[in-house]
């Protein structure tokens, strides 16, 4: 949906599911992405390409663990930016550690990241969002359980699933929607960098693995980013707080597939 005064906001742009979301919202006809992450190189090329195509963009390099200086600085740019229709948190972690290894440390990154960061992100950028504004929040599956070793991680999602739901209570009288996406299993330049490295699988485990899903592919970042379009477009203007479930895997039910047995 074209329009030369949108402005967007995605955290986690610069690979990913974040650039996923960026380049669709750039292709639907937004005309300022505001693109923030902490991989300054990555995050540039990224903008760099964008803003060659039509797009004015900003690189915000910047630790959403740090609140003061997110706070200041997307203070700073959302008040020169001018009414900002859409603010995507799709910055995260999956760092490991469950019950038995997980130290105070991690444990607190994780959640900064993955909990506290977007809450101060919507915090800081809803005042300046008109009515009609979109939030959307990049939730996870394992909001609902995970594997032991993603104790930490699952139990973050599970936080950002209610603070969606409070968040969209607190400004759904000023016309803005919040909604989150649970994410089933995504390949990511990320995700393939951990599934290769530290669980040691080979180099094609994304084919070998999503051949044997039930819709025959993993999610790729471009699935989310799709969805994500439909929530910050009028088709979806009479809804908010829904946490929807963008897998696969149906949350709560046993597989009878013989095939996984």
């Known amino acids: 949906m074209a329009n030369a005064t949108r402005t967007a906001i995605i955290t986690g742009a610069a690979q990913g599911v974040g650039e996923a979301i960026a ?3 750039a292709a639907d006809g937004f005309s300022r992405l505001l693109l923030i992450d902490r991989q300054e190189s990555l995050l540039r090329q990224v903008a760099a390409d964008l803003d060659g195509n039509g797009v004015a963009t900003q690189a915000i390099s910047l630790d959403l663990t740090d609140v003061n200086t997110l706070r200041d600085v997307v203070s700073d740019v959302v008040k020169a930016a001018g009414d900002v229709h859409v603010l995507v948190n799709a910055a995260g972690t999956t760092a490991r550690g469950g019950l038995d290894d997980i130290d105070p440390e991690t444990f607190d990154s ?12 919507m915090q800081t950028v809803a005042p300046h ?9 990049i939730c996870s599956m394992l909001a609902y359980g995970g594997p032991p070793f993603l104790l930490a991680y699952s139990s973050s999602k599970a936080a950002l699933a209610a603070l969606t739901k409070g968040a969209a209570n607190s400004v759904k009288w000023d016309g803005i929607r919040v909604f989150g996406i649970n ?3 995504t390949w990511t330049p990320a995700e393939q960098i951990v599934q290769t490295q530290l669980h040691g699988l080979p180099e094609n485990w994304r084919e070998e693995i999503g051949a044997k899903q039930p819709f025959g592919r993993l999610l790729m970042p471009e699935d989310p980013a799709a969805l994500t379009s439909f929530l910050v477009s009028p088709e979806a203007s009479m809804m908010t707080g829904a946490i929807i479930d963008l897998d696969q895997h149906v949350a709560g039910t046993v597989d009878d597939n013989p095939g996984n047995s």
Request: proline share 7%; hydrophobic share 55%; charged share 15%.
């Open 23 to 25: 380049r669709r919202l």
């Open 110 to 121: 994780i959640f900064a990241i993955n909990v506290r960061a977007p809450l101060f992100m």
């Open 129 to 137: 969002m008109p009515r009609g504004g979109t939030v959307v929040n």
């Open 183 to 185: 994410l089933g299993w």
